[in-house]
Protein backbone atom coordinates (compact mmCIF):
# COMPACT_ATOMS: atom_id res chain seq x y z
CA UNK A 1 0.00 0.00 0.00
CA UNK A 2 1.56 3.35 -0.90
CA UNK A 3 0.69 7.09 -0.47
CA UNK A 4 0.48 9.80 -2.52
CA UNK A 5 3.93 10.25 -2.94
CA UNK A 6 4.74 6.81 -3.76
CA UNK A 7 5.92 6.19 -0.45
CA UNK A 8 5.69 2.29 0.37
CA UNK A 9 3.15 2.71 4.07
CA UNK A 10 2.00 -0.76 4.13
CA UNK A 11 3.01 -4.89 3.58
CA UNK A 12 1.32 -7.68 4.22
CA UNK A 13 0.30 -11.16 2.84
CA UNK A 14 -2.16 -13.15 2.68
CA UNK A 15 -3.88 -16.06 0.77
CA UNK A 16 -7.24 -14.79 -0.25
CA UNK A 17 -5.64 -11.43 -1.45
CA UNK A 18 -8.75 -9.85 -2.91
CA UNK A 19 -10.64 -10.59 1.10
CA UNK A 20 -7.93 -9.48 2.82
CA UNK A 21 -7.91 -5.94 0.82
CA UNK A 22 -11.21 -5.67 1.16
CA UNK A 23 -11.62 -5.84 4.49
CA UNK A 24 -9.38 -2.92 4.68
CA UNK A 25 -12.44 -0.51 2.78
CA UNK A 26 -15.10 -1.66 5.60
CA UNK A 27 -17.39 1.26 6.89
CA UNK A 28 -16.99 -0.08 10.60
CA UNK A 29 -15.35 -2.14 12.61
CA UNK A 30 -12.14 -0.86 11.71
CA UNK A 31 -9.37 0.46 14.63
CA UNK A 32 -8.56 3.96 14.48
CA UNK A 33 -4.67 3.23 13.37
CA UNK A 34 -6.15 1.32 10.14
CA UNK A 35 -8.42 4.00 9.57
CA UNK A 36 -5.65 6.82 9.56
CA UNK A 37 -3.94 4.33 7.11
CA UNK A 38 -6.65 3.68 5.07
CA UNK A 39 -7.16 7.38 4.51
CA UNK A 40 -3.58 7.99 3.31
CA UNK A 41 -3.64 5.07 0.49
CA UNK A 42 -3.43 6.42 -2.81
CA UNK A 43 -2.44 2.94 -4.88
CA UNK A 44 -2.10 -1.10 -4.12
CA UNK A 45 0.28 -3.21 -5.72
CA UNK A 46 0.32 -7.13 -5.41
CA UNK A 47 2.94 -9.73 -5.98
CA UNK A 48 1.84 -13.43 -6.10
CA UNK A 49 4.20 -16.00 -4.84
CA UNK A 50 4.17 -19.96 -5.50
CA UNK A 51 3.74 -20.78 -1.72
CA UNK A 52 2.98 -19.44 1.76
CA UNK A 53 6.93 -19.99 2.64
CA UNK A 54 7.62 -17.91 0.00
CA UNK A 55 5.35 -14.94 0.51
CA UNK A 56 6.59 -14.55 4.64
CA UNK A 57 10.19 -14.50 3.02
CA UNK A 58 8.95 -11.58 0.87
CA UNK A 59 6.69 -9.69 2.92
CA UNK A 60 9.82 -9.87 5.34
CA UNK A 61 12.61 -8.42 2.97
CA UNK A 62 10.16 -5.88 2.05
CA UNK A 63 9.42 -4.67 5.33
CA UNK A 64 13.14 -4.58 6.45
CA UNK A 65 14.24 -2.91 3.22
CA UNK A 66 11.32 -0.20 3.12
CA UNK A 67 10.27 0.54 6.97
CA UNK A 68 6.51 1.30 6.02
CA UNK A 69 5.14 3.17 8.32
CA UNK A 70 2.33 1.52 9.77
CA UNK A 71 4.29 -2.52 9.89
CA UNK A 72 5.14 -3.25 13.38
CA UNK A 73 9.13 -3.28 12.66
CA UNK A 74 12.33 -4.83 15.10
CA UNK A 75 15.52 -3.34 15.40
CA UNK A 76 17.76 -5.64 12.73
CA UNK A 77 20.65 -6.19 15.65
CA UNK A 78 24.10 -7.18 14.45
CA UNK A 79 24.89 -10.82 14.31
CA UNK A 80 24.64 -12.46 17.75
CA UNK A 81 28.04 -13.61 19.36
CA UNK A 82 28.67 -17.23 19.90
CA UNK A 83 31.52 -18.75 22.22
CA UNK A 84 34.28 -20.39 19.60
CA UNK A 85 36.46 -23.64 19.99
CA UNK A 86 38.44 -23.87 17.50
CA UNK A 87 39.41 -27.31 15.36
CA UNK A 88 43.18 -26.59 15.98
CA UNK A 89 45.51 -29.10 17.50
CA UNK A 90 45.61 -27.18 20.60
CA UNK A 91 41.86 -25.99 20.45
CA UNK A 92 41.39 -21.84 21.44
CA UNK A 93 38.60 -20.68 23.47
CA UNK A 94 37.42 -17.37 22.39
CA UNK A 95 34.57 -14.84 21.34
CA UNK A 96 33.13 -14.49 17.97
CA UNK A 97 30.82 -12.50 15.77
CA UNK A 98 30.08 -12.90 12.59
CA UNK A 99 29.66 -16.14 9.65
CA UNK A 100 30.28 -19.64 11.01
CA UNK A 101 33.24 -21.82 9.54
CA UNK A 102 32.76 -25.44 9.53
CA UNK A 103 36.28 -26.17 11.02
CA UNK A 104 35.56 -25.12 14.40
CA UNK A 105 32.73 -25.57 16.78
CA UNK A 106 30.53 -23.08 17.79
CA UNK A 107 27.87 -22.39 20.91
CA UNK A 108 25.42 -20.05 21.08
CA UNK A 109 23.81 -17.80 20.08
CA UNK A 110 24.24 -16.04 23.06
CA UNK A 111 21.78 -12.47 24.14
CA UNK A 112 24.66 -10.14 24.41
CA UNK A 113 28.36 -9.83 24.15
CA UNK A 114 28.77 -9.92 28.73
CA UNK A 115 27.53 -13.76 28.35
CA UNK A 116 29.73 -14.62 26.08
CA UNK A 117 32.31 -13.30 28.38
CA UNK A 118 31.28 -14.71 31.83
CA UNK A 119 30.55 -18.10 30.10
CA UNK A 120 34.88 -18.36 28.99
CA UNK A 121 35.57 -16.99 31.97
CA UNK A 122 33.86 -20.11 33.65
CA UNK A 123 35.30 -22.56 31.38
CA UNK A 124 38.99 -21.10 32.16
CA UNK A 125 38.56 -21.64 35.57
CA UNK A 126 37.14 -25.15 35.06
CA UNK A 127 38.84 -26.88 31.94
CA UNK A 128 41.78 -24.10 31.65
CA UNK A 129 41.60 -24.08 28.04
CA UNK A 130 43.77 -21.44 26.05
CA UNK A 131 42.08 -17.99 24.83
CA UNK A 132 45.37 -16.59 23.34
CA UNK A 133 45.54 -15.60 19.57
CA UNK A 134 47.58 -17.93 17.30
CA UNK A 135 50.21 -15.74 16.31
CA UNK A 136 51.23 -15.18 20.17
CA UNK A 137 50.49 -19.06 21.19
CA UNK A 138 53.09 -19.66 18.31
CA UNK A 139 55.75 -17.69 19.95
CA UNK A 140 55.53 -18.22 23.64
CA UNK A 141 58.99 -19.20 25.52
CA UNK A 142 57.34 -18.68 28.94
CA UNK A 143 53.75 -19.38 30.11
CA UNK A 144 51.92 -16.05 30.50
CA UNK A 145 50.05 -14.72 33.90
CA UNK A 146 47.05 -17.23 33.15
CA UNK A 147 48.44 -20.11 33.65
CA UNK A 148 49.87 -18.35 36.71
CA UNK A 149 46.19 -17.88 38.04
CA UNK A 150 45.19 -21.48 37.22
CA UNK A 151 43.51 -20.43 33.75
CA UNK A 152 45.11 -21.96 31.48
CA UNK A 153 47.14 -25.35 31.10
CA UNK A 154 49.84 -23.89 29.43
CA UNK A 155 49.96 -25.68 26.24
CA UNK A 156 52.17 -23.10 24.11
CA UNK A 157 54.99 -24.26 25.91
CA UNK A 158 54.16 -27.83 26.48
CA UNK A 159 53.58 -28.01 30.51
CA UNK A 160 50.64 -30.36 29.64
CA UNK A 161 50.65 -33.41 27.02
CA UNK A 162 48.18 -33.03 23.83
CA UNK A 163 46.08 -36.49 25.06
CA UNK A 164 45.16 -34.61 28.64
CA UNK A 165 44.49 -31.52 26.70
CA UNK A 166 42.40 -33.06 24.49
CA UNK A 167 40.07 -34.38 26.95
CA UNK A 168 39.93 -30.88 28.56
CA UNK A 169 38.92 -29.24 25.32
CA UNK A 170 36.36 -32.50 25.09
CA UNK A 171 34.81 -31.93 28.45
CA UNK A 172 34.53 -28.12 27.77
CA UNK A 173 32.84 -28.94 24.57
CA UNK A 174 30.24 -31.70 26.57
CA UNK A 175 29.88 -29.06 28.97
CA UNK A 176 28.50 -26.28 26.65
CA UNK A 177 26.40 -28.88 24.99
CA UNK A 178 24.69 -29.04 28.11
CA UNK A 179 26.05 -32.81 29.08
CA UNK A 180 26.87 -31.87 32.60
CA UNK A 181 26.47 -34.99 33.87
CA UNK A 182 28.34 -36.53 31.57
CA UNK A 183 31.62 -34.05 32.38
CA UNK A 184 31.15 -34.55 35.91
CA UNK A 185 31.74 -38.73 35.23
CA UNK A 186 34.78 -37.95 33.56
CA UNK A 187 36.25 -35.39 35.75
CA UNK A 188 35.59 -38.09 38.16
CA UNK A 189 36.59 -40.74 37.10
CA UNK A 190 40.13 -38.89 36.39
CA UNK A 191 40.42 -37.90 40.00
CA UNK A 192 40.38 -41.58 41.36
CA UNK A 193 42.72 -42.42 38.87
CA UNK A 194 45.22 -39.37 39.92
CA UNK A 195 44.20 -41.10 43.88
CA UNK A 196 45.32 -44.34 42.63
CA UNK A 197 48.32 -43.59 41.43
CA UNK A 198 49.06 -41.60 44.19
CA UNK A 199 49.35 -37.96 42.61
CA UNK A 200 47.37 -36.54 45.64
CA UNK A 201 48.15 -32.77 43.73
CA UNK A 202 46.53 -33.76 40.53
CA UNK A 203 43.80 -34.95 42.43
CA UNK A 204 43.02 -32.03 44.28
CA UNK A 205 42.76 -30.28 40.73
CA UNK A 206 40.22 -32.55 39.58
CA UNK A 207 38.22 -32.15 43.21
CA UNK A 208 38.15 -28.38 42.62
CA UNK A 209 36.95 -28.56 38.82
CA UNK A 210 34.54 -30.85 40.22
CA UNK A 211 33.29 -28.66 42.69
CA UNK A 212 33.82 -25.33 40.47
CA UNK A 213 31.11 -27.49 37.93
CA UNK A 214 28.24 -28.59 40.18
CA UNK A 215 28.57 -24.23 41.82
CA UNK A 216 28.21 -23.09 37.57
CA UNK A 217 25.01 -26.26 37.67
CA UNK A 218 23.49 -24.77 40.60
CA UNK A 219 23.46 -21.40 39.12
CA UNK A 220 23.48 -21.52 35.37
CA UNK A 221 20.96 -24.40 34.52
CA UNK A 222 16.90 -24.41 33.86
CA UNK A 223 15.47 -27.64 35.75
CA UNK A 224 14.67 -29.34 31.92
CA UNK A 225 15.71 -33.09 32.83
CA UNK A 226 17.55 -33.02 29.40
CA UNK A 227 20.48 -30.79 27.13
CA UNK A 228 17.05 -28.72 25.57
CA UNK A 229 18.34 -25.86 23.12
CA UNK A 230 14.81 -23.48 23.25
CA UNK A 231 14.33 -20.09 22.48
CA UNK A 232 11.27 -18.28 24.77
CA UNK A 233 9.00 -15.57 23.06
CA UNK A 234 6.78 -13.57 25.66
CA UNK A 235 5.18 -10.21 24.43
CA UNK A 236 3.59 -7.67 27.00
CA UNK A 237 1.54 -4.44 26.13
CA UNK A 238 1.33 -1.05 28.07
CA UNK A 239 -2.25 -1.33 30.07
CA UNK A 240 -2.81 -4.19 28.27
CA UNK A 241 -2.95 -3.23 25.34
CA UNK A 242 -3.25 0.03 22.58
CA UNK A 243 0.16 1.03 24.03
CA UNK A 244 4.14 0.18 23.83
CA UNK A 245 5.13 -3.30 23.59
CA UNK A 246 8.12 -5.34 24.83
CA UNK A 247 9.21 -8.76 23.57
CA UNK A 248 11.24 -10.26 25.75
CA UNK A 249 13.41 -13.26 24.25
CA UNK A 250 14.88 -15.85 26.37
CA UNK A 251 17.84 -18.10 25.62
CA UNK A 252 18.20 -21.81 26.53
CA UNK A 253 21.02 -23.83 25.21
CA UNK A 254 22.40 -27.24 26.47
CA UNK A 255 19.65 -26.47 29.13
CA UNK A 256 21.60 -23.39 30.24
CA UNK A 257 19.70 -20.25 30.68
CA UNK A 258 22.06 -17.77 28.60
CA UNK A 259 20.18 -14.64 29.99
CA UNK A 260 16.96 -12.33 28.09
CA UNK A 261 17.24 -9.60 25.76
CA UNK A 262 14.29 -7.30 25.45
CA UNK A 263 13.25 -5.91 22.43
CA UNK A 264 10.61 -2.30 22.12
CA UNK A 265 9.17 -2.52 18.21
CA UNK A 266 8.46 0.71 16.52
CA UNK A 267 4.78 0.66 15.33
CA UNK A 268 3.55 -1.68 17.36
CA UNK A 269 0.55 0.23 19.11
CA UNK A 270 -3.09 -0.87 18.05
CA UNK A 271 -2.07 -4.17 17.18
CA UNK A 272 -2.97 -7.16 19.24
CA UNK A 273 0.13 -9.68 20.92
CA UNK A 274 -0.56 -12.47 18.14
CA UNK A 275 0.31 -10.23 15.59
CA UNK A 276 3.42 -8.53 17.17
CA UNK A 277 4.55 -12.20 18.11
CA UNK A 278 4.67 -13.19 14.31
CA UNK A 279 5.81 -10.10 13.12
CA UNK A 280 8.62 -11.08 15.59
CA UNK A 281 9.17 -14.57 14.41
CA UNK A 282 9.63 -13.56 10.99
CA UNK A 283 12.02 -11.01 11.19
CA UNK A 284 14.07 -12.37 14.36
CA UNK A 285 14.63 -16.03 12.70
CA UNK A 286 14.54 -15.50 8.98
CA UNK A 287 18.21 -16.18 7.96
CA UNK A 288 19.28 -16.36 11.20
CA UNK A 289 20.75 -19.46 13.84
CA UNK A 290 17.40 -21.43 14.64
CA UNK A 291 16.77 -23.67 17.62
CA UNK A 292 14.69 -26.75 18.03
CA UNK A 293 12.28 -25.38 20.18
CA UNK A 294 10.43 -21.85 20.17
CA UNK A 295 8.02 -21.19 22.84
CA UNK A 296 5.60 -18.63 22.11
CA UNK A 297 3.04 -16.89 24.51
CA UNK A 298 0.68 -15.61 21.83
CA UNK A 299 -1.33 -18.16 19.33
CA UNK A 300 0.33 -17.42 16.21
CA UNK A 301 -0.38 -19.46 12.33
CA UNK A 302 2.86 -21.41 12.55
CA UNK A 303 2.55 -23.49 10.28
CA UNK A 304 4.19 -21.82 6.85
CA UNK A 305 6.94 -20.52 9.13
CA UNK A 306 7.60 -23.75 11.17
CA UNK A 307 8.25 -25.25 7.67
CA UNK A 308 9.97 -22.52 5.95
CA UNK A 309 12.68 -22.21 9.76
CA UNK A 310 13.06 -26.10 9.28
CA UNK A 311 14.34 -25.77 6.07
CA UNK A 312 16.53 -23.47 6.81
CA UNK A 313 18.10 -24.47 9.83
CA UNK A 314 18.66 -28.15 8.31
CA UNK A 315 17.06 -29.63 11.31
CA UNK A 316 13.11 -30.10 12.78
CA UNK A 317 12.37 -27.10 14.00
CA UNK A 318 9.16 -26.61 16.80
CA UNK A 319 7.04 -23.62 17.18
CA UNK A 320 5.09 -24.52 20.60
CA UNK A 321 1.87 -22.11 21.33
CA UNK A 322 0.53 -24.07 24.07
CA UNK A 323 3.84 -24.97 27.03
CA UNK A 324 3.21 -27.02 29.77
CA UNK A 325 4.78 -28.20 32.58
CA UNK A 326 8.28 -26.66 33.31
CA UNK A 327 8.16 -25.09 29.34
CA UNK A 328 4.81 -23.06 31.01
CA UNK A 329 7.06 -21.95 33.82
CA UNK A 330 10.05 -21.02 31.80
CA UNK A 331 7.65 -18.88 29.32
CA UNK A 332 6.35 -17.27 32.59
CA UNK A 333 9.74 -15.95 33.77
CA UNK A 334 10.20 -14.61 30.03
CA UNK A 335 6.55 -13.02 30.31
CA UNK A 336 7.31 -11.85 33.43
CA UNK A 337 10.74 -10.09 32.44
CA UNK A 338 8.88 -8.58 29.86
CA UNK A 339 6.83 -6.63 32.33
CA UNK A 340 9.29 -5.47 33.84
CA UNK A 341 11.68 -4.38 31.29
CA UNK A 342 8.53 -2.40 29.94
CA UNK A 343 7.97 -0.82 33.08
CA UNK A 344 11.68 0.50 33.76
CA UNK A 345 11.04 1.85 29.80
CA UNK A 346 8.33 3.27 30.08
CA UNK A 347 10.00 4.99 33.40
CA UNK A 348 12.84 6.02 31.40
CA UNK A 349 10.89 7.70 28.41
CA UNK A 350 8.58 9.72 31.41
CA UNK A 351 11.99 10.85 32.93
CA UNK A 352 12.92 11.83 29.31
CA UNK A 353 10.01 13.69 28.56
CA UNK A 354 10.29 15.69 31.41
CA UNK A 355 12.96 16.86 30.71
CA UNK A 356 12.62 17.44 27.39
CA UNK A 357 9.35 19.61 28.29
CA UNK A 358 11.61 21.72 30.66
CA UNK A 359 14.22 22.07 28.05
CA UNK A 360 11.57 23.58 25.71
CA UNK A 361 10.22 26.15 28.35
CA UNK A 362 14.03 26.86 28.97
CA UNK A 363 15.03 27.82 25.83
CA UNK A 364 10.91 28.90 24.52
CA UNK A 365 11.09 26.42 21.85
CA UNK A 366 8.10 24.41 20.71
CA UNK A 367 7.75 20.95 19.08
CA UNK A 368 11.61 20.37 19.96
CA UNK A 369 12.26 16.78 19.21
CA UNK A 370 15.21 16.05 17.26
CA UNK A 371 18.57 17.30 18.57
CA UNK A 372 22.13 16.97 17.06
CA UNK A 373 25.10 17.44 19.25
CA UNK A 374 28.81 18.15 17.99
CA UNK A 375 32.14 17.64 19.61
CA UNK A 376 35.58 17.99 18.59
CA UNK A 377 38.60 16.22 19.74
CA UNK A 378 42.32 16.05 18.93
CA UNK A 379 45.52 16.15 20.74
CA UNK A 380 47.42 18.83 20.03
CA UNK A 381 46.09 18.77 17.21
CA UNK A 382 47.03 15.69 16.01
CA UNK A 383 44.42 12.99 14.50
CA UNK A 384 41.20 15.28 15.02
CA UNK A 385 37.89 14.13 15.04
CA UNK A 386 34.60 16.10 15.07
CA UNK A 387 31.79 13.83 16.35
CA UNK A 388 27.83 14.50 15.98
CA UNK A 389 24.99 12.47 18.12
CA UNK A 390 21.45 12.21 17.85
CA UNK A 391 18.73 12.88 20.47
CA UNK A 392 15.14 12.04 18.71
CA UNK A 393 11.79 10.62 20.18
CA UNK A 394 13.12 10.85 23.84
CA UNK A 395 16.51 8.76 23.05
CA UNK A 396 19.77 8.49 21.70
CA UNK A 397 19.46 6.93 18.47
CA UNK A 398 23.37 5.11 18.12
CA UNK A 399 22.56 3.82 14.66
CA UNK A 400 22.23 7.81 13.77
CA UNK A 401 25.72 8.68 15.17
CA UNK A 402 28.71 10.12 12.75
CA UNK A 403 32.05 10.70 12.89
CA UNK A 404 34.20 12.71 10.72
CA UNK A 405 38.19 13.05 10.09
CA UNK A 406 39.22 16.46 10.02
CA UNK A 407 42.58 16.77 7.97
CA UNK A 408 42.36 20.11 5.63
CA UNK A 409 43.02 22.72 8.33
CA UNK A 410 45.52 23.94 10.57
CA UNK A 411 46.25 21.85 13.48
CA UNK A 412 44.40 22.54 16.33
CA UNK A 413 42.27 25.18 15.02
CA UNK A 414 38.85 23.89 16.37
CA UNK A 415 36.96 27.30 15.06
CA UNK A 416 38.13 25.44 11.33
CA UNK A 417 36.95 22.06 12.44
CA UNK A 418 33.72 23.08 13.52
CA UNK A 419 33.32 24.78 10.16
CA UNK A 420 34.34 22.43 8.41
CA UNK A 421 32.13 19.33 10.14
CA UNK A 422 28.72 21.20 10.08
CA UNK A 423 29.52 21.81 6.10
CA UNK A 424 30.05 18.82 5.87
CA UNK A 425 27.30 17.37 7.90
CA UNK A 426 24.34 20.05 6.81
CA UNK A 427 24.81 20.55 2.97
CA UNK A 428 22.69 18.19 1.42
CA UNK A 429 19.82 19.96 3.54
CA UNK A 430 20.99 23.55 1.83
CA UNK A 431 19.94 21.13 -1.36
CA UNK A 432 16.92 20.48 -0.56
CA UNK A 433 17.90 16.82 0.99
CA UNK A 434 16.44 16.30 4.58
CA UNK A 435 15.26 18.06 7.08
CA UNK A 436 16.99 20.38 9.84
CA UNK A 437 17.01 18.68 13.31
CA UNK A 438 15.19 21.17 15.91
CA UNK A 439 18.22 21.74 17.55
CA UNK A 440 21.78 21.98 17.15
CA UNK A 441 24.25 22.11 20.34
CA UNK A 442 28.24 22.44 19.87
CA UNK A 443 30.14 21.83 22.95
CA UNK A 444 31.71 24.84 23.35
CA UNK A 445 32.09 29.04 24.18
CA UNK A 446 31.67 31.69 21.93
CA UNK A 447 33.98 30.97 19.70
CA UNK A 448 32.84 27.92 18.54
CA UNK A 449 29.40 29.09 18.24
CA UNK A 450 30.15 31.84 16.16
CA UNK A 451 31.91 29.91 13.56
CA UNK A 452 28.88 27.50 13.37
CA UNK A 453 26.43 30.08 13.01
CA UNK A 454 28.56 31.44 10.31
CA UNK A 455 28.62 28.23 8.20
CA UNK A 456 25.33 27.85 8.60
CA UNK A 457 24.10 31.18 7.32
CA UNK A 458 27.05 30.81 4.36
CA UNK A 459 24.67 27.36 3.80
CA UNK A 460 21.73 29.23 4.17
CA UNK A 461 20.21 28.01 6.69
CA UNK A 462 19.44 31.19 8.46
CA UNK A 463 16.47 29.63 10.50
CA UNK A 464 18.90 26.55 12.40
CA UNK A 465 18.58 26.86 16.18
CA UNK A 466 22.03 27.16 17.64
CA UNK A 467 22.63 26.74 20.91
CA UNK A 468 26.58 26.29 22.85
CA UNK A 469 27.50 24.49 25.82
CA UNK A 470 29.98 26.42 27.61
CA UNK A 471 32.06 24.87 30.30
CA UNK A 472 31.54 26.86 33.69
CA UNK A 473 34.30 27.92 36.15
CA UNK A 474 36.64 24.73 37.28
CA UNK A 475 34.22 22.51 34.22
CA UNK A 476 32.41 21.53 37.28
CA UNK A 477 28.99 20.46 36.08
CA UNK A 478 26.02 22.34 36.88
CA UNK A 479 27.92 25.35 36.20
CA UNK A 480 27.13 25.10 31.74
CA UNK A 481 26.39 27.92 30.23
CA UNK A 482 23.93 28.26 27.11
CA UNK A 483 25.35 30.49 24.50
CA UNK A 484 23.25 31.88 20.92
CA UNK A 485 24.50 33.32 18.12
CA UNK A 486 23.93 37.34 18.65
CA UNK A 487 23.16 37.05 21.95
CA UNK A 488 25.60 38.38 24.66
CA UNK A 489 24.28 37.64 27.84
CA UNK A 490 24.34 33.41 28.06
CA UNK A 491 21.67 31.28 29.59
CA UNK A 492 22.50 29.46 33.06
CA UNK A 493 20.11 26.88 34.33
CA UNK A 494 20.31 25.70 37.80
CA UNK A 495 21.95 22.38 38.27
CA UNK A 496 19.08 21.02 39.18
CA UNK A 497 16.98 22.17 36.21
CA UNK A 498 15.43 18.89 34.08
CA UNK A 499 16.66 20.44 31.08
CA UNK A 500 20.28 20.86 31.90
CA UNK A 501 20.09 17.19 32.94
CA UNK A 502 19.13 16.97 29.01
CA UNK A 503 21.86 19.07 27.79
CA UNK A 504 24.37 17.51 29.92
CA UNK A 505 23.16 13.72 29.00
CA UNK A 506 23.57 14.91 24.96
CA UNK A 507 26.36 16.93 25.25
CA UNK A 508 28.85 14.00 27.03
CA UNK A 509 27.54 11.64 25.35
CA UNK A 510 29.18 13.57 21.89
CA UNK A 511 32.11 13.77 24.01
CA UNK A 512 32.29 10.40 24.84
CA UNK A 513 31.93 9.54 20.94
CA UNK A 514 34.42 11.80 19.44
CA UNK A 515 37.39 10.65 22.62
CA UNK A 516 36.41 7.50 21.86
CA UNK A 517 36.93 8.10 17.55
CA UNK A 518 39.56 10.09 18.22
CA UNK A 519 42.02 7.65 20.63
CA UNK A 520 41.47 4.73 17.74
CA UNK A 521 42.54 6.93 15.07
CA UNK A 522 45.80 8.51 17.45
CA UNK A 523 46.73 4.94 18.20
CA UNK A 524 46.49 3.62 14.36
CA UNK A 525 48.58 6.15 13.47
CA UNK A 526 51.12 6.11 15.87
CA UNK A 527 50.67 2.02 15.45
CA UNK A 528 51.82 1.60 11.97
CA UNK A 529 54.16 4.70 11.63
CA UNK A 530 56.59 2.59 14.83
CA UNK A 531 58.00 0.04 12.07
CA UNK A 532 58.48 2.42 9.58
CA UNK A 533 60.82 5.17 11.83
CA UNK A 534 63.12 1.93 12.40
CA UNK A 535 65.68 2.37 9.98
CA UNK A 536 66.36 -0.66 7.81
CA UNK A 537 63.16 -2.30 8.42
CA UNK A 538 61.36 -1.83 4.50
CA UNK A 539 57.64 -3.01 3.76
CA UNK A 540 58.65 -6.36 3.12
CA UNK A 541 60.35 -6.56 6.41
CA UNK A 542 57.49 -4.74 8.23
CA UNK A 543 54.56 -7.54 6.65
CA UNK A 544 56.74 -10.23 7.85
CA UNK A 545 56.71 -9.05 11.20
CA UNK A 546 52.94 -8.47 11.57
CA UNK A 547 52.58 -11.43 10.20
CA UNK A 548 54.30 -13.23 12.57
CA UNK A 549 53.64 -11.83 15.48
CA UNK A 550 49.95 -10.81 14.70
CA UNK A 551 50.23 -7.08 15.03
CA UNK A 552 53.01 -4.62 16.28
CA UNK A 553 51.27 -5.55 19.63
CA UNK A 554 52.77 -9.30 19.48
CA UNK A 555 56.34 -7.64 17.59
CA UNK A 556 56.20 -5.71 20.94
CA UNK A 557 56.15 -8.14 23.75
CA UNK A 558 58.65 -10.23 21.43
CA UNK A 559 62.14 -11.03 22.68
CA UNK A 560 65.13 -10.23 20.79
CA UNK A 561 65.33 -14.01 19.89
CA UNK A 562 61.99 -14.02 18.77
CA UNK A 563 62.47 -11.11 16.68
CA UNK A 564 65.31 -12.99 15.36
CA UNK A 565 63.05 -15.51 13.84
CA UNK A 566 61.24 -13.74 11.24
CA UNK A 567 62.37 -13.43 7.40
CA UNK A 568 64.85 -10.97 7.31
CA UNK A 569 65.68 -10.04 10.52
CA UNK A 570 69.62 -10.08 11.81
CA UNK A 571 70.78 -10.58 15.04
CA UNK A 572 71.92 -6.73 15.25
CA UNK A 573 68.73 -5.82 13.38
CA UNK A 574 66.09 -7.76 15.62
CA UNK A 575 68.23 -5.60 18.72
CA UNK A 576 67.70 -2.39 16.99
CA UNK A 577 64.62 -3.05 16.68
CA UNK A 578 63.66 -4.43 20.36
CA UNK A 579 65.55 -1.12 21.77
CA UNK A 580 63.09 1.34 19.35
CA UNK A 581 60.30 -0.34 20.62
CA UNK A 582 60.76 -0.47 24.33
Not at 242 to 247: I, M, P
Not at 352 to 377: H, P, V, Y
Not at 382 to 406: G, K, L, P, Q
Not at 457 to 476: C, F, M, Q, T
Request: aromatic residues 6%.
Amino acid sequence: MMNSAGQVIYVGKAIDLKKRVSSYFQKNGLAPRTQLMVSQIAGIETTVTRSEAEALLLENNLIKSLNPRYNILFRDDKSYPYVILSGHRFPRLGFHRGPLDKKHHYFGPFPNAGMVRESIQLLQKVFRIRTCEDSVFSNRTRPCLLYQIKRCSGPCVDLVSEEAYAEDARDAELFLEGKQTEVLKSITRKMHEAADEQEYEQAALFRDQIQSLRKICEKQFVDSGQALDADIVACVAENNGGGRVCVNLAMVRGGRHLGDKSFFPQNAEGYDLAAVAEAFLAQHYLNRSVPDLIIVGERVPRESLQALLTQQAGHKVIINVNPIGSRRVWLDMATENAALALEQMLGRQASQEERLQALQQALDMTGLSRIECFDISHTMGEATIASCVVYDNFAMRNSEYRRYNITDITPGDDYAAMRDVLSRRYHKIAEGEGNLPDLILIDGGRGQINAAHEVMVELGLNDANLVGVAKGEERKPGLEQLIFPGVKKPLQLSKDHPGLHLIQQIRDEAHRFAIYGHRAKLGKARLSSSLEQIAGIGAKRRQSLLARFGGLKGVRTASIEELQQADGISRALAEKIYRELH
